[in-house]
C-alpha cells in the first residue's frame, strides 16, 4: 500500500531536494571535465526515482525533475562528443557500467539519444538495443516511464521515410516494430499495475492507472505520426499487431482506452478501408468494457469525413460501411449480454446518424436500424430509464431532423414500433417533436393514408392510451398539447374534395376517442377545416350513394352534425352552439335551407335546455340574433318562426340591460340592408318600441333599489339604432320620433342627479353627428332638418 498525506509529501521533497542536490555536484564536475564524477552524481540523482514510496501522480512530479537534468546533460554529451573531446561510441559503452539499473538506463537512453544524433551508429541498431535493455526494469511504475522516457527522446529520431535517420529501403518497418515494441511493453505494465496490492484496495489502483495512461497511448501517437505508415502498411501490420495487443491483455480499462486512442489517432480515412478488421476486435473484448462508447465515436468520425467531402462518399459504399457496422454492432450486442439497453439504444443512434449523413437515400437502411432497435426492445415492458427514453427520442428525432419531412418518416414502417416502447410522458413528447417539425416545415399531409399513419404515431396526444388519473396530467401541458393537435389539423389538405373527405373522416375518427376533455380542443379545427371544404364545393348538391363516400356539401353537414353532438358530452353547449351556428351559415352559403334551419334548431335546443349561466346567455343570445341576420336562404315561414324565438328568448335574459340591448339587436332581423332583403318597417318599430319599455323598467327598478334613476345610456343606445334606421328609410321611423326620445333623455339626464360622464359624452357625440348631417345638405340633410337638439 502506497502510503498518502503528508508523509507522501514529505518523501517527494526529500527525493527533490536529493534530485537537487546531486544535479548541483554533477554540473560542477561537467564544468570542470571530470566525466567519472558527473556520471557518479548523476546515477546518485537518478536513484531517486527507484523510489516506492509515491503515488504515480507525485512520481511524475519527481520524474519531471530527474528529466529536466537529463536534459541538459544530453546538450552537454552533444557539444563535447562535436568537440570531440571524447567519443559517443566509449561514452555509450561507459554508461552501461553505471551502479544500479535504474539509473544506467535512464543514462543509457539520454547518451543513446546523443548517439543517434551523431550518426556513428544507424539509428535502427541504437533503438533495438534501448528498447530491449528496458526490458531490465519490470516494476510497473518505474518501467513506464523510463519507456516514456525512451518514447519521448526517440521521436524525432526514428527512422522514417524523409527523415534525416533514414536508413535502407526497410527502415520504416524498423521504426513501427520499435515503437510497436515499445508499446507492447509499456501495456503490459500497465496492466500488471492491476494485479499488484490487495483486492480491496482495486479502485485505488484504477485511479491510479487511469493517470498513467497517456503514457501508453503517447505511443500510438508516435505511430500515427511516421511518414512512412501509409494505408497498405498500417492495414497488414500496425493495425493487426496493435489489437492483437489490446485484445490480449484482456484488462477493460486498457481495451477501452487503447480502442478509443487508435479511433483517435489514425486517419478515418483508414479506418473506412480497414473496418473489418477493426469493427472484428469489438466482440473480443472484455465483456465490461464500454463498446458503446468507443464504436458510437467511430461513427461518428465516419460520419463527419463523409459529410467533409461528397468525393469521399464512393468509398463508404465500396466497402459496404453501413453493413459491416450494423453486423458489427449485432454482434457486440449478442455478446454483451448485460449490455444495458440505454448501451444498445445509444449504439444505434450513432448507426442512425451515421446512415443519415453518408446513406440519407437509403430509407431500408434507416429502417433497418430502427427495425434492430424494435428487436432489441421486444419481449420489455414500456422504458422507465430517463436515459433510454432520451435516447429513442434522439433516434426517433433524427430522420426528422434530416429530412425535414414526416411524410418520409411515415414511410418508416418500424418508426412507429420503436415509439410504442415509450413511456407515455415521453410518448407525448415525441409527438409534439414530431408536430413541431410539421409546423416548422409547413408540411402538408395529403392523404388519409398519411394522416391515419401520422394519428397512430401521435396517439399518446390525441387519446389517453392507458388508465391515466386526472390529477397526474398538468392543465398547461395539457392545453399546450392539445392546441398543437389543433394547429396539426389545419396542416391537413387536399385539393381533391374525395381525398380531403377522406382525411377529414380519418381525423374524426380518431378526436371522437379522445375522450370528452380533448374535443373543446380538436373539434373546433376538424368543423373549420370541413367548413373549408363546404365552401370549396359550394352550390354542388347530392345525396349518398350506397356505401361510397360522396364529397357532397350535404354528406359533409351531417358528418359535422354528428361531431359537434359529441361535444354534448363535455359538456361544452356553448362552444357547440357556437359551431351549430357557423355550420348554419355555410349551409346558407350552399343555398340548404334545410340543413341551415336544422342546425339553428340544433343552437335553440342548446340555449333552452344547456347554457344556464346568465352572462353565456347573453354571448349565445347576440350570437344568435347576428347569425340570423346574415341569413337570406330562409323562406318567410321558417324565419319568422326562428326571428320570433330569437326576440322571445331576448326579453327574457334575466337583467334588464341584457333584455333591452337584447331587443333592440332583434330589430336588424327585420330589416336586412341588401337588394333582396326582408325590409318590415313596423316589427322594427315594434321592437325599438319594447326595447324602449323594458329600458324605462330598467329606469324604474334602479329608482326602487338606489334611490336614483338609473344610468340614460340604454335610452342612447336606443336613440342611435332609431337614428340607424332613419337614415336607412324605415317609414315608421320619423323626426317626429327622434326628436320626441331626444327630449325624453335631456329630461331623464335633468332629473338624474348623479352624473355619468360616459353617458353624457355619448349623449353629446350623438348630437354632434346630427349636426353634421343637419349642416351637410342634400336628401340627408333635409331629413334631419325638423329635428332640434
Known amino acids: 500500500m502506497l502510503p498518502h498525506g503528508d508523509d507522501e509529501e514529505k518523501w517527494l521533497a526529500e527525493g527533490i531536494a536529493g534530485i537537487q542536490h546531486n544535479a548541483f555536484y554533477m554540473h560542477r564536475a561537467l564544468d570542470s571535465n571530470d566525466l567519472k564524477d558527473a556520471l557518479r552524481y548523476s546515477v546518485q540523482m537518478l536513484s531517486e526515482l527507484r523510489t516506492s514510496l509515491l503515488s504515480p501522480h507525485k512520481y511524475y512530479e519527481l520524474?519531471?525533475?530527474?528529466?529536466?537534468?537529463?536534459?541538459?546533460?544530453?546538450?552537454?554529451?552533444?557539444?563535447?562528443?562535436?568537440?570531440?573531446?571524447?567519443?559517443?561510441?566509449e561514452l555509450y559503452e561507459l554508461v552501461q557500467h553505471a551502479g544500479n539499473i535504474l539509473p544506467r538506463l535512464y543514462l543509457l537512453c539520454t547518451v543513446g539519444s546523443v548517439y543517434i544524433k551523431s550518426k556513428e551508429a544507424p539509428a535502427k541498431d541504437v533503438l533495438k538495443d534501448l528498447v530491449e535493455m528496458c526490458r531490465g526494469i519490470q516494476h510497473p511504475v518505474r518501467g513506464l516511464f523510463l519507456r516514456s522516457y525512451l518514447c519521448q527522446i526517440s521521436r524525432d529520431k526514428l527512422p522514417d521515410i524523409g527523415s534525416e535517420y533514414e536508413g535502407d529501403a526497410d527502415?520504416?518497418?524498423?521504426?513501427?516494430?520499435?515503437?510497436?515494441?515499445?508499446?507492447?511493453?509499456?501495456?503490459?505494465?500497465?496492466?500488471?499495475?492491476?494485479h499488484q496490492g490487495p483486492t480491496r484496495e482495486k479502485d485505488k489502483r484504477e485511479k491510479e492507472r487511469s493517470q498513467l495512461r497517456d503514457l501508453v497511448g503517447k505511443n500510438l501517437h508516435v505511430l500515427s505520426q511516421i511518414e512512412g505508415v501509409d494505408l497498405d502498411i498500417y492495414k497488414e501490420t500496425v493495425l493487426p499487431r496493435v489489437l492483437e495487443q489490446v485484445v490480449n491483455c484482456k484488462d477493460e480499462l486498457a481495451q477501452h482506452y487503447l480502442m478509443d486512442c487508435i479511433i483517435q489517432v489514425f486517419p478515418d480515412e483508414y479506418h473506412l478501408q480497414t473496418l473489418e478488421t477493426l469493427l472484428g476486435a469489438f466482440p473480443q473484448l472484455q465483456p465490461t468494457v464500454d463498446i458503446k462508447t468507443v464504436l458510437s465515436q467511430l461513427m461518428d468520425r465516419l460520419s463527419i469525413y463523409a459529410a467533409s467531402s461528397i468525393e469521399v462518399l464512393p468509398e463508404f459504399l465500396q466497402v459496404e460501411a453501413f453493413s459491416k457496422l450494423s453486423n458489427a454492432i449485432g454482434k457486440v450486442i449478442e455478446a454483451q449480454v448485460d449490455m444495458p439497453v440505454v448501451g444498445a439504444i445509444t449504439l444505434y443512434v450513432s448507426l442512425l446518424t451515421f446512415t443519415l449523413r453518408v446513406h440519407p437515400d437509403r430509407l431500408d437502411y434507416v429502417d433497418q436500424v430502427l427495425g434492430a432497435c424494435v428487436k432489441k426492445l421486444s419481449g420489455r415492458a414500456k422504458l422507465e430509464d430517463s436515459r433510454a427514453t432520451k435516447q429513442i427520442v434522439a433516434l426517433l428525432s433524427a430522420p426528422l431532423e434530416k429530412y425535414n419531412d414526416i411524410v418520409t418518416a411515415l414511410k418508416l414502417p418500424n418508426y412507429p414500433r420503436v415509439m410504442d416502447h415509450l413511456d407515455n410522458g415521453t410518448n407525448k413528447v415525441m409527438a409534439v417533436v414530431i408536430i413541431q417539425s410539421i409546423m416548422k416545415n409547413t408540411t402538408c399531409i395529403s392523404t388519409a393514408d398519411k394522416v391515419e399513419a401520422l394519428f397512430e404515431l401521435i396517439k399518446g396526444l390525441i387519446r389517453d392510451v392507458d388508465e391515466t388519473q386526472d390529477d397526474e396530467i398538468d392543465e398547461e401541458d395539457f392545453k399546450e398539447e392539445q392546441n398543437s393537435v389543433a394547429r396539426l389539423i389545419h396542416m391537413l389538405h387536399n385539393d381533391d374534395p374525395e381525398e380531403m373527405l377522406k382525411i377529414i373522416c380519418t381525423v374524426r375518427k380518431h378526436i371522437i376517442l379522445g375522450g370528452p376533455k380533448r374535443l373543446p380542443f380538436t373539434v373546433p379545427p376538424l368543423v373549420f377545416s370541413a367548413l373549408k371544404l363546404v365552401r370549396h364545393l359550394q352550390g354542388q348538391d347530392g345525396d349518398v350513394i350506397g356505401e361510397e363516400i360522396s364529397a357532397t356539401p350535404k354528406k359533409i353537414f351531417q358528418i359535422l352534425h354528428q361531431t359537434i353532438e359529441a361535444l354534448l358530452s363535455v359538456p361544452s353547449p356553448e362552444l357547440a352552439l357556437r359551431l351549430y351556428l357557423q355550420c348554419a351559415e355555410a349551409a346558407n352559403d350552399c343555398d340548404l335551407e334545410p340543413v341551415a334551419y336544422e342546425f339553428f334548431t340544433q343552437a335553440f335546443i342548446l340555449y333552452e335546455e344547456e347554457v344556464a349561466d346568465s352572462k353565456a346567455q347573453v354571448t349565445a343570445i347576440h350570437l344568435i340574433i347576428g347569425t340570423l341576420q346574415r341569413m337570406n336562404v330562409f323562406g318567410v315561414e321558417n324565419r319568422d318562426t326562428l326571428t320570433h324565438k330569437a326576440t322571445g328568448y331576448s326579453a327574457k335574459l334575466l337583467k334588464k340591460p341584457d333584455q333591452c340591448r337584447a331587443v333592440y339587436a332583434c330589430s336588424h332581423l327585420f330589416w336586412v340592408d341588401e337588394q333582396d332583403g326582408i325590409k318590415d318597417g313596423e316589427r322594427v318599430l315594434l321592437c325599438l318600441k319594447r326595447a324602449l319599455r323594458i329600458a324605462n323598467a330598467a329606469q324604474q327598478m334602479a329608482n326602487v333599489t338606489r334611490g336614483s334613476s338609473g344610468p340614460v345610456v340604454l335610452f342612447i343606445e336606443i336613440l342611435n339604432k332609431y337614428l340607424y334606421f332613419f337614415e336607412k328609410g324605415n317609414p315608421q321611423v320619423t323626426s317626429s320620433v327622434l326628436q320626441g326620445l331626444i327630449e325624453l333623455i335631456k329630461t331623464e339626464m335633468q332629473t338624474d342627479g348623479s352624473s355619468d360622464p360616459s353617458a353624457d359624452a355619448f349623449f353629446a357625440s350623438t348630437l354632434r353627428y346630427i349636426q353634421f348631417q343637419k349642416q351637410k345638405g342634400g336628401a340627408m340633410g333635409e331629413k334631419y332638418d325638423p329635428i332640434k337638439i
Open 63 to 89: 520524474y519531471m525533475r530527474a528529466f529536466d537534468e537529463l536534459r541538459k546533460m544530453e546538450m552537454f554529451f552533444r557539444e563535447e562528443t562535436a568537440r570531440g573531446t571524447i567519443s559517443v561510441i
Open 171 to 194: 527502415t520504416v518497418s524498423h521504426a513501427i516494430e520499435f515503437v510497436i515494441q515499445n508499446f507492447t511493453e509499456m501495456n503490459k505494465l500497465w496492466v500488471r499495475m492491476q
